[in-house]
């Protein structure tokens, strides 16, 4: 009889911390390291995550800290509280608390998508842009099954409607969210995250940020897991190109954009694009440049240099190379266009005009990658076939 | 030689859709070479309309106006403008022209495409300012000038035209007296030596009377009575439409 | 002594167009002089002058040659020679207008036909651009054509618009009036477009609204040149009427000038310079208001047939200023034209107009 009641007692035990511990998530977030990201970091405090956005200075962004919480947990505390409690630095980057895990977002890029299919977190999903943005069938399709409200962008955000989806919160992106969206949505008091993947001057960097979004909804586990594969192939791919190109040889030049309205705007030698151009082992001509972000030059200037080139990436608007040299004849010139080695980055487009290499590009850049050393360098990856890139014809 | 003929004109002005406004109805009247025609008329009567009907800037509603044997309406702005020459009472605005500019601008219906000036049309405009006396302001701009000496130019503007009419709404309205009577007198002199008809509408009355050849009366119904400053009875009538007592007047 | 001081005026006169003639020849081999490339000054009159040697495919000319051959000859003269026309064409509109309608605020933007062209690149660039891949492909011309086209036809609906009212209305500042209100209307649709447009598209349109001279290639230029010269040539026969107008309307009447003729012509020349300009250079903005007081200033006169080539070629040396400080900044950058049009102008204009003791009037 005793022994019943010591196996009962043990199943109560059992039982019962199960409970607790699965009742208002009382599962411990754990903290993750940030490896290439320079616009986020993660600490740890006991009972909270706290997820600092810290915008590179130049930019002009105010850094702000959230602090994740669990919902059960410290009820009725104000950030400042929050501040003091865990010797929070004092510095002038805001403190928020958002409560995890998210259960409602409201993404207003499409850049945020993608990560919550891989992340299963496709009821997460509350609120978007416009549908018509949106490349991925597969979200298009929840969105018009579900009929979740589209909820505009900047100047045309409908508050109204992101009232009435209230608890959710919107995921805004930090370059955009400073002055049309987050004062408006900070008036009436909606939650709103800034995620600064866009600063990211790294392919990597950028693509961390999927372990930004896991950890706001609960996933911050399974974003890391989905993250290192993705980064173990990248560098997998990197360290190839590394080792298969010898001082000797030849690494192609590459020249982005064209001319338009007397400018050629060319992305800048310390950025995203250029980074991937060396991991590729591709020879960007404005490596040298100090620019993170955009180069916009004469567009006598940006030909002068075009001529060197031997490939040709990137034309928005254009789809054929006869448009390119209808956009301006004097194009023709160019090695890289009499060679026909103008690429464009828009193999995956719905006839709406949404692009996938800024959708799904982002966050997956093992495939730029995996492309742009394959039209570098071809013999390094036979038999690959091109994801988000097509030669123009 | 009559220059001007007025037949049954009907005068107003036309509201777009809304129909016409008349103001003076069954009209004639006309004008013959060398002589001036004073027009008087109390306030708002209708003597602008008339002036600027029978100038061409205003369609008439009804009725014909004939230069000599051409309808005015038939003529094209330019043969028109080298018949009749206005001067309003307006001051102009163009501040920075010089009074030379103004005066060879009135050869405009006679002058090159250009614009440019022969010979010829540099002396009219040379005569044109000794008749109006007006030589040495010939390269003063018009914001030097004063009221009086830029009405003197206006005229000899309208001079250099060589119409065969000039035709004056109220242009010594703005003028202090020794102008008025200045002007006035020029007028005078210009029909008698050039031959040029002038129509000329006032409100000063006396020197109306003293220099008119022949004196249109319209009164506050639009009707225009025709007459001379040496008419008594006609004098009379022109004192009762603009009810002055006798002896307020000299005429 | 009032012969003298005619005389005196003569040559004073002559003695200003020669400076400005010089002015802007020494501007313009300025402009294709310098630039953000550098060309050593030898190079850059061998290339001009005789071209016969650069031009053949054969001639054994190194990569960095043939580099600079086509800079010169493809981007900085037609660049020189778009900013030359844009320059004489705004400043002739600007003239026009501001006799037209007495106003010294005039500009060729007044009659809506800028926010008429602006409307059309609008419609064009947020609504079928980047989409329309599909639909443009199926041209015979390309997006940059349509996006010229979309300049010349929106401009033209609005003239056409403003000259059908201008038959019926007499009086000129109601047509000031009536312009303006389709400037409003045309630019409130522009804002439409863009608070539906997707920012990438908006980003493209934005660019255009800077305004600049360097997007044209000699293609282009055979198109604006022909059109350009016969609205000046337009304007020219103009001249007489015009200044007739300068003593108000109806004293013009009075002189033989054929006021609604006239008045729709001055109005189409304006429009189609304007128009043109617009379409192939985007906005510019300033030249066509400021240039025209520059000539009133400088020449002291309100004759237009002084202010017609003063305004050509003040409009023209203004133009290739604007240019050529634009592209000041060191490697390859550039800066917005109207930004450069405006801040470059404004204190001249502003000194111009202190100085010359104005009246009553500004004519």
């Given amino acids: ?393 | 030689m009559k220059v001007l003929d007025a037949r049954s004109i009907h005068t107003g002005y036309r509201h777009g859709f809304r129909g016409a406004v008349t103001i003076s109805e069954h009209l004639s009247a006309s004008i013959f070479s060398g002589e001036v025609v004073g027009l008087v008329g109390p306030n708002g009567c209708g003597k602008s309309t008339l002036l600027r009907s029978l100038s061409g800037l205003q369609s008439v509603l009804d009725g014909k106006v004939y230069i000599g044997e051409t309808e005015i309406s038939h003529m094209s702005p330019l043969e028109r403008a080298r018949k009749i020459s206005v001067v309003l009472t307006e001051r102009v605005h163009a501040g920075h022209l010089k009074a030379d500019t103004i005066v060879s601008l009135g050869r405009y219906p006679h002058s090159r495409f250009s614009g440019g000036l022969t010979a010829h049309d540099r002396y009219v405009v040379e005569r044109s300012f000794s008749a109006v006396g007006a030589e040495s302001l010939r390269y003063r701009t018009i914001d030097e000038l004063s009221d009086g000496e830029l009405q003197k130019v206006m005229v000899a503007r309208a001079l250099a035209q060589e119409p065969q009419i000039i035709m004056m709404d109220e242009p010594t309205a703005f003028l202090d007296v020794t102008r008025k009577v200045e002007l006035m007198d020029l007028l005078e002199t210009i029909t008698r030596t050039q031959g040029t008809a002038v129509l000329v509408s006032s409100h000063d009355l006396e020197l109306l009377m003293r220099i008119s050849t022949r004196v249109w009366l319209m009164d506050e119904s639009g009707r225009l009575h025709k007459g001379t400053p040496q008419d008594s009875e006609f004098k009379s009538l022109i004192r009762n439409v603009f009810r002055i007592p006798a002896h307020y007047v000299s005429f | 002594m009032k012969q003298g001081l005619q005389k005196h005026s003569k040559t004073g006169i002559i003695l200003r167009f020669l400076l400005i003639l010089g002015a802007a020849f020494f501007l313009f081999a300025l402009d294709v002089f310098k630039g953000s490339v550098d060309i050593p000054l030898e190079r850059v009159l061998g290339i001009l002058f005789s071209p016969a040697d650069w031009l053949s495919e054969t001639s054994g000319l190194g990569l960095e040659q043939t580099g600079q051959r086509d800079i010169i000859l493809l981007f900085r003269l037609p660049r020189a020679v778009t900013a030359l026309l844009a320059g004489m064409g705004l400043a002739l509109s600007g003239l026009f207008m501001q006799t037209l309608f007495r106003n010294p605020l005039a500009g060729p933007s007044v009659l809506g036909i800028n926010a008429g062209a602006n409307l059309g690149v609008a419609l064009v660039v947020l609504v079928l651009g980047g989409a329309a891949g599909g639909f443009v492909a199926a041209l015979p011309f390309g997006m940059k054509a349509l996006v010229t086209g979309a300049a010349v036809v929106g401009a033209g609906a609005v003239l056409g618009v403003v000259l059908l009212v201008s038959r019926f209305i007499g009086s000129v500042t109601l047509l000031l009036l009536v312009g303006l209100m389709f400037g409003y209307l045309a630019n409130s649709l522009v804002t439409l477009l863009i608070h539906f447009s997707a920012a990438g598209r908006v980003q493209a349109y934005l660019q255009w609204t800077f305004g600049s001279f360097g997007a044209t290639t000699w293609k282009d230029i055979y198109i604006m040149m022909p059109v350009i010269g016969a609205a000046i040539l337009l304007g020219i026969l103009l001249i007489k009427p015009l200044n007739a107008l300068l003593l108000g309307e109806e004293y013009a009447r009075s002189m033989g000038v054929a006021l609604i003729r006239v008045r729709m012509t001055v109005i189409m020349v304006g429009a189609l310079l304007a128009g043109v300009v617009t379409a192939f250079c985007g906005p510019v903005t300033f030249v066509g208001v400021a240039v025209p007081h520059l000539a009133r200033g400088i020449f002291r006169t309100a004759d237009h047939r002084t202010l017609v080539p003063a305004s050509l070629l003040l409009g023209g040396a203004t133009a290739l200023t604007a240019d050529i400080v634009s592209h000041l900044p060191g490697q390859g950058g550039i800066l917005p034209l109207n930004s450069v049009t405006a801040l470059l102008g404004v204190p001249v204009v502003v000194w111009v107009l202190i100085r010359s003791r104005t009246g009553r009037s500004f004519v």
């Avoid at chain 1, 828009?346 to 093992?366: H, I, K, L, M, V």
Wanted: hydrophobic share 40%; charged share 20%.
């Fill in chain 1, 1 to 393: 009889m005793l022994f019943k009641v010591r196996e009962l007692l043990k199943k109560v035990l059992i039982g019962s911390s199960f409970l607790l511990l699965s009742v208002g998530n009382l599962l411990p977030l754990t903290a993750l390291s940030v490896e290439y990201a320079e616009g986020f970091s993660v600490e740890e405090r006991p009972g909270l995550i706290l997820l600092n956005v810290h915008p590179p200075e130049s930019e002009g962004y105010n850094s702000i800290s959230y602090a994740l919480v669990g919902r059960d947990k410290f009820q009725g505390l104000t950030a400042d509280q929050l501040r003091e409690r865990f010797s929070i630095e004092a510095n002038e980057s805001e403190l928020q608390i958002i409560r995890t895990p998210i259960t409602q977002l409201i993404p207003l890029s499409t850049t945020f998508l993608p990560p919550l299919l891989w992340l299963d977190l496709d009821d997460v999903l509350s609120g978007v842009d416009k549908v018509d943005y949106i490349y991925s069938q597969k979200l298009r399709d929840i969105i018009n099954k579900r009929s979740i409200p589209q909820v505009g962008n900047g100047p045309s955000l409908d508050m109204e409607r992101i009232v009435q989806l209230q608890p959710a919160v919107v995921m805004a992106n930090i370059t955009q969210g400073e002055w049309n969206v987050v004062p408006k949505l900070k008036d009436a008091s909606i939650p709103v995250v800034l995620n600064g993947d866009y600063l990211e001057t790294t392919p990597l960097g950028r693509a961390e940020w999927i372990k930004f979004i896991g950890l706001l909804c609960g996933k911050g586990e399974e974003a890391e897991e989905h993250f290192d594969s993705m980064a173990d192939r990248y560098t997998g791919l990197q360290q190839m190109v590394q080792a298969e190109l010898s001082e000797n040889t030849k690494r192609p030049k590459v020249v982005m954009n064209r001319p338009m309205n007397g400018r050629w705007v060319v992305p800048g030698g310390e950025g995203y694009m250029a980074q991937f151009i060396e991991d590729a082992g591709g020879d960007y001509l404005w490596s040298s440049d100090s620019h993170s972000s955009s180069l916009v030059l004469d567009a006598e200037a940006g030909f002068m240099k075009a001529r060197l080139a031997d490939l040709w990436l990137h034309q928005y608007g254009i789809t054929s190379l006869q448009e390119l040299s209808q956009a301006d004849s004097r194009l023709r010139r160019l090695k890289a266009f009499q060679s026909k080695q103008v690429i464009n980055n828009d193999a995956r487009t719905t006839e709406a005009g949404s692009n996938d290499f800024y959708e799904s590009g982002p966050y997956q850049p093992d495939l730029i990658l995996a492309d742009l050393i394959s039209l570098f360098h071809p013999s390094l990856l036979p038999g690959h076939s091109l994801h988000y890139y097509r030669f123009l014809e």
